[in-house]
């Protein structure tokens, strides 16, 4: 039996050149045994084909947001500013009901809580950190990521495609819908949430499915 490299057989499933299948087999098993943290992620049987090349594949699977392309950031700076300008202009001695009743306490009150939402959405906006999720072409390892700053990589999480064992859809009726990302083993991956995958969270995870139909998805109410 001659010994046939990793990337051979790699090449071989990809090119479908002369390898026998027989010893291709032989050679994977005993990978797999001696390797088993590596075999899901070099194995190219794993992972359809399309997922490494395939363009409209990457772009489906390419989601990135920023802090000024988010709603909320510059809400937080509007109505901070709002609230702080209120806070500066008002006299607190005119802030007085038709009924006579004043609340002289709530105009300071205004100028604080304004000045904390303000700097927190300006401070959003001007770092801009990043959040988003991708598939990457060389591994095919599904990559995500948050609060990433400039040239810093974030907080980062990874998980090869078949080590995924369930997608749980967690549904709110205050808010927005969470969701998160479970091993086979039923280790919730790190940093993985709603932030990282786009808004529509069932369509993602029925792409995911198609291509690898042993993912569960969990919808909870």
């Not at 590596?38 to 395939?54: G, K």
């Amino acid at each position: 039996m001659c010994f046939v490299p990793a990337r051979d057989i790699r090449n071989a499933l990809i090119n479908g050149n002369g390898l026998e299948n027989s010893e291709i087999n032989r050679q994977e098993q005993r990978f797999d045994q001696g390797n088993p943290h590596f075999s899901s992620l070099l194995n190219i049987r794993h992972y359809p084909q399309p997922m490494m090349s395939d363009r409209h594949f990457q772009e489906q699977f390419y989601y990135e947001r920023s802090a000024r392309r988010d709603i909320r950031a510059w809400g937080m700076f509007i109505i901070g500013t709002v609230f702080f300008y209120a806070g500066l202009t008002v006299d607190p001695r005119s802030n007085c009901s038709s009924s006579g009743e004043c609340a002289p306490w709530l105009v300071p009150i205004a100028l604080i809580v304004g000045a904390a939402i303000g700097l927190g959405g300006l401070g959003q906006l001007l770092a801009n950190p990043r959040r988003g999720s991708r598939f990457d072409p060389e591994s095919g390892v599904l990559i995500w990521w948050q609060n990433r700053v400039g040239t810093s990589d974030g907080d980062v999480g990874q998980i090869a495609p078949t080590d995924i064992g369930t997608i749980r859809i967690v549904k709110r009726s205050e808010g927005s819908d969470e969701i998160h990302l479970y091993d086979l083993n039923g280790n919730r991956q790190f940093y993985f949430d709603e932030e990282v995958i786009p808004h529509d969270q069932e369509r993602w995870s029925k792409a995911m499915t198609d291509r690898w139909p042993h993912i569960q998805v969990e919808i909870v109410e």
